[in-house]
């Protein structure tokens, strides 16, 4: 696939055959993810957390849908793979780092949601469920991040039966102005 048909064909996967990411196929994934920029070059404010364990999956999935309201609810569609994304909350020598760690995460997870879609994997950006469990302290422990980091978003990732195709993009989706 060339880059703008990557781009145009990624879509929000959200149902799994179950089978588990190859080796390879999540090497390609961890690679894009680093090669995402991020603000000010720290990339040592940046975290990844990859979780295969289908009972710490579960049990996000299950305080997620508990917080929304809704225990028949898969905030994380049953994917066999969830790369947490985390940052640090605080710079030392800048303690406003204002939407810097959202910015940089959301960036790293489209990196590999694009990767994902580059590979025919299934893949879905997951921000709800992991604000969801931000509260949950004895699940954030079992993530073990490093101190200072907060879990800022994730991607699902998994085989799927859905296929990609280019699909046709209004160019009026999102409002602009222009000043000429």
């Not at 295969?52 to 994380?76: C, S, T, W, Y």
């Not at 994997?121 to 422990?141: F, V």
Request: aromatic letters at 6%; a negative charge.
């Amino acid at each position: 696939m060339n880059t703008f048909d990557t781009l145009f064909s990624r879509r929000s996967v959200r149902s799994y055959t179950g089978e588990q990411i190859t080796a390879e196929e999540l090497e390609v994934i961890l690679k894009s993810a680093n090669a995402a920029p991020i603000g000010l070059g720290k990339y040592e404010n940046m975290h990844l957390t990859v979780i295969q364990n289908p009972e710490l999956l579960n049990k996000i999935d299950v305080a997620a849908a508990e917080v929304f309201g809704d225990p028949n609810r898969h905030p994380l569609y049953n994917a066999p793979t969830l790369i947490l994304v985390s940052s640090r909350t605080s710079d030392p020598n800048n303690k406003s780092l204002g939407n810097i760690p959202f910015s940089n995460a959301a960036i790293v997870v489209h990196n590999m949601v694009l990767a994902a879609t580059e590979l025919g994997l299934g893949a879905c950006h997951i921000w709800g469920a992991i604000a969801a469990i931000s509260n949950k302290q004895d699940i954030i422990e079992e993530l073990n991040l490093p101190e200072n980091f907060v879990p800022c978003c994730a991607v699902s990732l998994g085989k799927t039966d859905k296929t990609y195709s280019v699909r046709e993009i209004p160019l009026d989706r999102i409002t602009r102005n222009e000043i000429l």
